[in-house]
């Protein structure tokens, strides 16, 4: 009988404050309401000097996604718990792994080519092992990123081996 009511409150679940799922995204949600305020200090630049967007738009819409999107990896959570994980996965330190050689990379060869290889590399190592998903993701994902800062924000990218063909 004893047995039983220790199991019983073993399988009690947590409220949903007490939960880890809920703890890291108000973490996440809290820094990213703080750094959202702060966008709103930000100077407004004249029309006459303004090259695409405001300064203070895109930091504004990206903590917003941010914050949205944590809203909904919470909830999912609820729905399906976190399974708890010893050890993090070797994709994981891969991943890690390949921005420290995209920034090496971005530095001394091309920012775009930078893009590509880790779009490649990162999807390789989560699982992707199809070649024409990972060239198509190679080719494709560069190209939205360098559409979305060029025409839409109006920022160049720095010169490199790729960047210095377009801009000639």
Do not use: H
Request: hydrophobic residues 55%.
């Amino acid at each position: 009988m004893k047995n039983v009511q220790n199991q019983k409150r073993a399988n009690k679940s947590l409220p949903f404050f007490f939960r880890d799922e809920f703890r890291v995204s108000l973490l996440i949600i809290l820094i990213s309401v703080a750094l959202l305020i702060t966008t709103f200090t930000f100077d407004i630049v004249p029309p006459i000097l303004n090259r695409g967007i405001q300064p203070a738009t895109f930091p504004k819409a990206l903590l917003i996604l941010i914050i949205a999107m944590t809203l909904l990896i919470c909830y999912l959570a609820t729905k399906n718990p976190w399974k708890v994980e010893k050890k993090l996965p070797r994709s994981f330190f891969l991943t890690l792994f390949s921005f420290v050689i995209f920034i090496i990379v971005s530095k001394t060869l091309d920012f775009f080519l930078a893009i590509s290889a880790l779009s490649i590399f990162v999807s390789y190592c989560w699982g992707e092992k199809r070649l024409f998903y990972l060239l198509l993701v190679g080719i494709i994902f560069p190209i939205i990123v360098f559409i979305f800062f060029e025409t839409i924000l109006g920022l160049r990218f720095p010169p490199g081996i790729i960047t210095n063909i377009y801009y000639s």
